[in-house]
């Protein structure tokens, strides 16, 4: 079993866990630099399935031919028995292309990729700017689709001003910030009500190592763990019936995973409203294992509370530690080489057996991808410039091996 990168923040700065760099995959890259930041994934899907020819497209070919894209099912009816499944979008992207189309098929829920965070919503104390959060809401009623909030809580896009004051009296200040806390979140939570059918409460307060149970951000770094519990109250006090989550990467991780179970103990030891956890999946196609992952549902199930992958993504490179910290990245891999098509066939691979864990668990009940097709996606510019392929559609919005394998048990990858 190859060891896993140790995990540090900066390597999960943003929720990749690392794994040692696949040799083969590093050999067969060759001389990848093609693949230049959107350039390499403009190649239609559609392979030509009539001729005997493999398949045509570059952005998504694999190793066997495409299915007819006009073939493709809708995913939330596909998985609508399982669970809402859907895509991460800011209201920008909803009327482009691919993007309007993709949502409209297959969307049950969505997730702003953005702009519900306190960072841009929370201008100073008590004062909001919904307008982009309010714009994503209004196109997803206007076609029927559920909305995932994310996230009230996250260090990465608290605003300053939570912080502003004299900590000369310490008492003072942390009932100003908690106050701020407190306000914020009712107000927001208000705001959405009857709107979102969950909120991602806090983002990320669990620690990357083993020194620490929680994350020593400004928040802990003030009240402790208490503003977990402060935010998830006041969250429940506005909207009695929306469902309340703590999100985090690497809960693949076992030992990751233990100290967020730890936090998740003591908010029930608490009498803490939390309603379920959030697995965001950003990994790579070396990394998880369906193991690892089933662990990690299995122990949110042993509390009782709800399972939703939150923000799955699939990077195609498996970089080693040294990526994080920007070194001994893996080449960029360019559509249409052997190279690719073997990356698109794992992935394809990893895909499908993830989801056969996700539909054996019926605490799953939200699946979210970070991104609806490969045209954008955050993983171009994580951990450094290189274009990724993570989602399950390429750039023009085909269908990819990654699709095929999950709405198709006889396709062969
Ligand atoms: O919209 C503004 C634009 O008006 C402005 O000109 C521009 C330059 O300042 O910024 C734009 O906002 C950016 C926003 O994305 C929309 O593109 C923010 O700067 C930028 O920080 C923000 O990045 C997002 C990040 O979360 C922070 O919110 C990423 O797209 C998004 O993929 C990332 O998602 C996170 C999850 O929420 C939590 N898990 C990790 C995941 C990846 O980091």
């Given amino acids: 079993m ?18 040692v760099a696949a040799s083969g995959l590093v050999a067969a890259c060759g001389g990848g630099g093609g693949g230049s930041s959107g350039g390499g994934g403009g190649g239609s899907s559609s392979s030509s399935s009539s001729s005997s020819s493999s398949a045509s497209s570059s952005s998504s070919s694999s190793s066997s031919s495409l299915p007819d894209p006009a073939t493709a099912p809708s995913l939330k009816t596909q998985f609508a028995s399982h669970f809402k499944i859907g895509f991460a979008v800011d209201p920008w992207l909803t009327s482009q292309s ?15 990729e953005s702009v519900m965070k306190a960072n841009p ?3 100073s104390a008590g004062v909001y700017d919904f307008t982009q959060a309010d714009a994503l809401i209004a196109f997803a009623q206007a076609n029927g689709i559920n909305v995932r909030g994310h996230a009230l809580v996250w260090h990465q896009t608290s605003p300053s001003w939570f912080f502003d004051g004299d900590r ?16 914020y979140v009712t107000d927001v939570v208000t705001h959405f009500k009857g709107k979102v059918y969950c909120w991602d409460v806090v983002n990320e307060v ?5 020194s620490a149970t929680y994350r020593n951000s400004d928040w802990y770094q003030i009240f402790g763990s208490d503003f977990i519990d402060y935010a998830f109250r006041a969250a429940r006090a506005a909207d009695p019936s929306v469902k309340l989550f703590i999100n985090e ?5 076992a030992a990751k995973r233990g100290r967020l179970m730890t ?5 029930l030891d608490r009498g803490v409203p939390v309603d379920g956890v959030g697995h965001q999946m950003h990994i790579n196609t070396g990394y998880p294992s369906a193991a690892q992952v089933e662990a990690a549902l299995s122990d949110v199930e042993a509390k009782g509370l709800i399972n939703h992958v939150t923000e799955m993504d699939v990077s195609i490179y498996n970089d080693s530690g040294s990526c994080y910290s920007g070194t001994g990245c893996l080449p960029a891999l360019t559509p249409g080489t052997a190279a690719f098509n073997t990356a698109m066939t794992t992935q394809a691979q990893k895909y499908r057996e993830l989801f056969n864990v996700f539909t054996a668990h019926t605490s799953v009940q939200a699946v979210t991808m970070w991104g609806v097709a490969d045209n954008h996606t955050w993983l171009d510019n994580y951990p450094v410039a290189r274009k990724n392929y993570p989602l399950l559609f390429d750039a023009a919005g085909g269908p990819k091996a990654a699709f095929w394998a ?3 048990p006889g396709f062969t990858p």
């Fill in 249 to 253: 990467y690497s809960t693949e991780d």
């Fill in 406 to 408: 999950i709405v198709d």
């Fill in 2 to 19: 190859m060891p896993s990168g140790k995990p540090t923040d900066q390597m999960n700065r943003r929720g990749l866990l690392l794994s």
């Fill in 206 to 210: 669990t620690s990357d190592d083993a």
């Fill in 263 to 267: 936090i998740v103990q003591g908010m």
């Fill in 121 to 123: 919503i929370g201008v």
């Fill in 98 to 112: 691919p993007t309007h189309d993709l949502l409209l098929k297959h969307a049950s829920t969505i997730t702003a």
């Fill in 168 to 183: 000369s009296d310490m008492t003072a200040y942390k009932a100003l910030v908690r106050s701020r806390l407190e306000t």
